[in-house]
């Protein structure tokens, strides 16, 4: 990367500090209560391809330590050198070799299965997926009903937008992701401004108007 290419990249946080531990517990708090839509305000100049909250959730979360897969607008993009920049974290060209995965809106999510899913042994050894999806909806009368550790009884949310395969082939994935406990992968959904979290330990049921999809 020349000093030109540098030029063009936008800014991170403004204070690295206190913009990282704003993010960080954006995400903690969607990933202790799956289904709930968080807002995630930040300061970042985020790139120009993938969501603004996706971009400010990674920025949070990698370091030069992590590995880190990108669909391939996003690999092609002034992301990819965004977050190596600010980051040092090293990208990858499998999904398998990831800790860290996103997933633009338009660019199809390989299968859940071939990312790292750690082992009974050592279940944080596997990947954390970014998924940009159009929208988020808490409530609603489609979509899917959510149960799991952080629900109370159950939640139900609305996503527009998942990437091809699609709603159908993602849940009956998650369901085999869910049943792989303790091993399997955590994921966020993200729309523009905010995000949701799915851990491993949350079970997905897709409502009727979805199963025919």
């Not at 930040?42 to 996706?54: F, I, K, L, N, Y």
């Not at 999510?109 to 944080?124: I, V, W």
């Not at 937008?161 to 082939?169: D, I, K, N, Q, V």
């Not at 905010?194 to 997905?204: A, C, D, E, K």
Request: hydrophobic fraction near 45%; proline fraction near 7%.
């Amino acid at each position: 990367m020349n000093a030109h290419d540098l030029s063009k990249l936008g800014a991170g946080f403004s204070d690295a500090a206190l913009g990282s531990q704003s993010v960080f517990r954006a995400a903690l708090q969607a990933l202790s209560h799956p289904g709930r839509v968080i807002a995630l305000p930040h300061d970042a100049q985020t790139p120009s391809r993938g969501h603004a909250a996706s971009a400010a959730l990674l920025l949070a979360l990698l370091d030069p330590d992590c590995t880190l897969w990108l669909s391939p607008s996003l690999a092609g993009s002034d992301a990819a050198a965004w977050l190596r920049f600010h980051t040092g974290c090293v990208l990858v060209d499998a999904p398998e070799n990831a800790q860290f995965a996103w997933v633009a809106q338009g660019d199809a999510c390989p299968p859940l299965g071939s990312f790292a899913h750690g082992s009974d042994a050592y279940p944080d050894q596997s990947a954390t997926c970014v998924l940009d999806v159009a929208a988020l909806t808490e409530g609603g009368t489609a979509g899917w009903t959510l149960r799991g550790p952080g629900i109370q009884h159950s939640t139900r949310i609305e996503v527009d937008g998942l990437p091809h395969p699609g709603a159908s082939a993602f849940t009956s994935q998650w369901a085999a992701n869910h049943a792989g406990f303790p091993r399997g992968i955590d994921m966020f959904l993200a729309a523009p401004q905010q995000i949701v979290g799915l851990p491993r330990t949350t079970r997905i049921e897709a409502h009727v108007e979805e199963q025919g999809a």
